[in-house]
């Protein structure tokens, strides 16, 4: 295998990943409540999602360290067809709460493996100086590309089918199943990696907490990891503040909460493309700003800037607030982009392929764990002072992290590169 032929694979399986999510994205609260859920059972079942996925996230990582990637990812695959499937033919609360578990244990499996898949390849083949940023942006603009492609499909398809052929709003989980059914056969016919030892299921369950134990050792004890890790917090705490308090604001500014919906889905789609664009950028802005630190802190105060900016047309009416909401929601998602591939490529480059994956999902964690305090703090925030003071706040955070990069210490991992992965028809 080339190293253009391991850039295409982990590309397609970039795009096929979260093609299903940007899918189901813009129906399926709508699926739940068409189907007689209320939003509070909305709501449990979305948080059920979360805990299931957040609890799995570290052991799912260990797992593929241990067992192989491909494994774990066509697990995912196959735990999403099955969840997007029930989901589209739920018709009770259980049914979806089922749904959501199997979702969310596909969303921990999915969470590392693709991309640590490729950064071992690469360094199979090119050994581990090879540049990371380039393979890293691409991927990231597929995955940006999926969602934004998704999102205006899910929305689209429902308009079309039939009602005598079956509930328009369960096209879209049904076509994200059938999505998730081609990821499984690419990832079991076109991601070869080196072979690993037959384990007993035993032998499985005792390395993986000591994988998983090794890995947040090393993420405790790498001074640059610890500076990588508040700074995903800090992304978090901005990508859920600006999902949360964006769809009211549109709302708002459109007059009424089904055109603020058609909105919210034009802008979320311009958002997607604006994260697309600033993966392209990755290597350019390293480039120019002398190195991948330089480039993150450049993503990181434009995110900030972006939602300072959000803060600045809270009080503007009509087009002028819908224009200035938008322009700045792209500009967002272009720097979070930006900062989100780069502190990727510092991750992989301090650590070895043996807790890989580990790693990853603790930056997930932290990713998500900014999230829930956002949605702790900020909604309360908007509520009592305003839209202004919640995203000028989220702004502070995102500016303040900018200071993570002073002086980051360089990667230190390093390690025997894996054996050079088996040949396979495809390639």
């Given at each position: 295998?080339?190293a ?7 590309m397609l399986v970039?795009?096929?990943?979260w093609l ?8 399926m609260?709508?699926?739940m409540?068409?189907r007689?859920l209320s939003?509070?059972?909305v709501g449990?079942?979305?948080t059920v999602?979360?805990?299931v996925?957040?609890a799995?996230e570290?052991?799912t990582?260990?797992l ?8 774990v990812?066509a697990?995912?695959?196959a735990?999403?067809v ?10 009770t609360f259980?049914?979806f709460l089922a749904?959501?578990v199997l979702?969310g ?5 999915s969470?590392?493996p693709?991309?640590?898949w490729y950064v071992?390849?690469?360094?199979a ?5 090879a540049d990371?940023?380039p ?5 990231g603009v597929?995955?940006?590309?999926a969602?934004?492609a998704?999102v205006?499909a899910?929305g689209a398809v429902?308009?079309l089918?039939?009602?005598?052929l079956?509930?328009p709003l369960?096209a879209p989980p ?5 999505a998730?059914?081609v990821?499984?056969?690419?990832v079991?016919?076109a ?6 030892e037959r384990?007993s299921v035993?032998s499985?369950?005792r390395?993986v907490?000591a994988?998983v134990g090794g890995?947040?050792?090393l993420?405790?004890?790498?001074a ?6 508040p700074a995903?917090?800090?992304s978090g705490v ?7 308090l964006?769809?009211g604001?549109?709302?708002e500014?459109?007059g009424?909460?089904?055109?603020g919906s058609l909105?919210y ?5 311009l ?6 664009t600033?993966s392209?950028l990755?290597p ?6 002398g190195?991948?630190?330089g ?5 990181t ?5 972006s939602?300072?900016a ?8 009509g087009?002028?607030g819908?224009l200035g909401?938008g322009?700045?929601?792209v500009?967002l ?20 392929a ?9 930056s997930s964690i932290a990713l998500q764990s900014?999230?829930?305090a956002?949605?702790l ?16 706040t989220?702004a502070a ?6 200071l993570?990069f002073?002086r980051?210490?360089a990667?230190?991992?390093?390690s025997?590169?894996p054996?050079p992965?088996?040949?396979s028809?495809s390639?």
């Amino acid at each position: 295998m080339t190293a253009r032929s391991a850039l295409r694979r982990y590309m397609l399986v970039a795009f096929l990943t979260w093609l299903p999510v940007g899918l189901t994205m813009a129906a399926m609260v709508l699926l739940m409540t068409e189907r007689g859920l209320s939003l509070a059972q909305v709501g449990l079942a979305v948080t059920v999602f979360s805990i299931v996925t957040v609890a799995l996230e570290l052991p799912t990582g260990g797992l593929a360290d241990v067992v192989g990637r491909r494994v774990v990812l066509a697990a995912s695959a196959a735990f999403t067809v099955v969840g997007l499937a029930l989901m589209s033919v739920s018709t009770t609360f259980w049914m979806f709460l089922a749904g959501c578990v199997l979702k969310g244990v596909a969303r921990a499996l999915s969470s590392g493996p693709a991309t640590a898949w490729y950064v071992d390849t690469l360094h199979a083949i090119e050994g581990r100086d090879a540049d990371l940023k380039p393979g890293l942006a691409r991927g990231g603009v597929m995955e940006s590309v999926a969602l934004c492609a998704g999102v205006l499909a899910g929305g689209a398809v429902p308009l079309l089918v039939p009602p005598s052929l079956m509930l328009p709003l369960a096209a879209p989980p049904l076509l994200g199943a059938v999505a998730a059914a081609v990821l499984l056969v690419v990832v079991v016919v076109a991601l070869p990696e080196p072979a690993h030892e037959r384990r007993s299921v035993a032998s499985v369950l005792r390395e993986v907490p000591a994988t998983v134990g090794g890995g947040l050792r090393l993420a405790a004890g790498s001074a640059l990891l610890r500076r990588l890790m508040p700074a995903a917090v800090a992304s978090g705490v901005v990508l859920t503040g600006v999902e949360l308090l964006t769809p009211g604001r549109l709302a708002e500014l459109a007059g009424t909460a089904e055109q603020g919906s058609l909105a919210y889905a034009v802008v979320a789609a311009l958002g997607f493309a604006g994260s697309a664009t600033g993966s392209a950028l990755v290597p350019r802005v390293a480039r120019l700003a002398g190195g991948s630190v330089g480039g993150a802190v450049v993503g990181t105060v434009l995110a900030a800037l972006s939602v300072g900016a959000l803060a600045a047309t809270a009080g503007l009416d009509g087009l002028p607030g819908m224009l200035g909401a938008g322009l700045a929601y792209v500009a967002l998602f272009v720097g979070i982009s930006l900062t989100g591939v780069l502190c990727l490529e510092l991750t992989h480059r301090a650590v070895t392929a043996a807790e890989r994956t580990t790693v990853t999902s603790t930056s997930s964690i932290a990713l998500q764990s900014g999230g829930a305090a956002a949605n702790l703090a900020l909604g309360v925030l908007a509520t009592q002072a305003g839209l202004s003071v919640a995203w000028g706040t989220a702004a502070a955070v995102m500016l303040a992290s900018a200071l993570l990069f002073v002086r980051m210490p360089a990667p230190t991992g390093s390690s025997p590169a894996p054996a050079p992965p088996a040949r396979s028809g495809s390639g």
